[in-house]
């Protein structure tokens, strides 16, 4: 009995120290200083994320470059984020791509974009936007859009329903610390749209870029749509030298 007693003793012992000198182990058997890779078999390992989208090859890679060939008006901002008051064409197959016949010039680039934006009342946000982003709905995820390099200017041409329409134009400028990517270049111009096609230019001199988030947006407060009119055109988007 004595020798029994004694026995138990020691492999109690050697268990103590055992325990003692190792690190314990979570009941579900994964390592906690690695993170866990997913259900499966044994087999599965964890897979690198895919690799991020880069310059569409289908496209020209030259200066004039088109903002409509690749970046899309998916950045909804402002009163744009709830349904309803912020609508943009073209938008789903179907639409007119040409603001039904109702361009510049015969020359123009890309698409012509018809905005309409009326304000909520009573009043939300106070303002509306919308950027053309890379790809569709990117605010710095993953990262944008490798431009041709050497462009100094944006340049498009805009009129109003109505004339008197004050918007923000600008490049660039998509910016959350939140996420891994950031635009290198911002810059912007404020105009009065009349009721006939004019030119516009944003200058880009002295700034660079790389992959570009944010191609082109805009933005407008709502009581200048309410008092002129929250009914614009935007066409022939480009970089250029």
Not at 148 to 170: C, M, Y
Not at 195 to 216: C, H, K, M, R
């Amino acid at each position: 009995m004595r020798k029994n007693q004694l026995l138990q003793g020691v492999l109690l012992g050697v268990g103590m120290l055992a325990a003692c000198s190792s690190p314990a182990t979570p009941s579900n058997g994964i390592d906690m200083a690695q993170p866990p890779t997913g259900g499966g078999g044994g087999d599965d390992m964890a897979q690198p994320p895919p690799p991020p989208p880069g310059p569409d090859m289908t496209v020209q890679q030259t200066l004039p470059f088109p903002v409509d060939a690749v970046f899309v008006a998916s950045g909804f901002m402002g009163d744009g984020e709830s349904q309803g008051p912020l609508t943009i064409k073209p938008s789903v197959p179907g639409d007119s791509t040409d603001c039904n016949g109702d361009r510049p010039s015969t020359t123009a680039a890309g698409v012509c974009h018809m905005v309409t934006y009326v304000p909520p009342d009573p009043a939300v946000k106070g303002w509306a936007g919308i950027y053309w982003q890379y790809p569709d709905g990117n605010w710095g995820t993953i990262p944008g859009y490798s431009l041709p390099s050497g462009a100094t200017r944006v340049t498009f041409q805009a009129k109003g329903s109505k004339g008197g329409e004050v918007i923000s134009f600008f490049v660039g400028g998509i910016i959350n610390p939140m996420n891994p990517y950031s635009d290198t270049v911002k810059a912007s111009v404020k105009v009065t749209l009349t009721n006939a096609w004019a030119p516009y230019v944003i200058e880009l001199t002295g700034q660079s870029y790389t992959a570009v988030l944010g191609g082109f947006g805009w933005s407008m407060a709502a009581d200048d749509a309410k008092a002129a009119s929250g009914v614009f055109f935007i066409d022939d988007i480009q970089w250029v030298e």
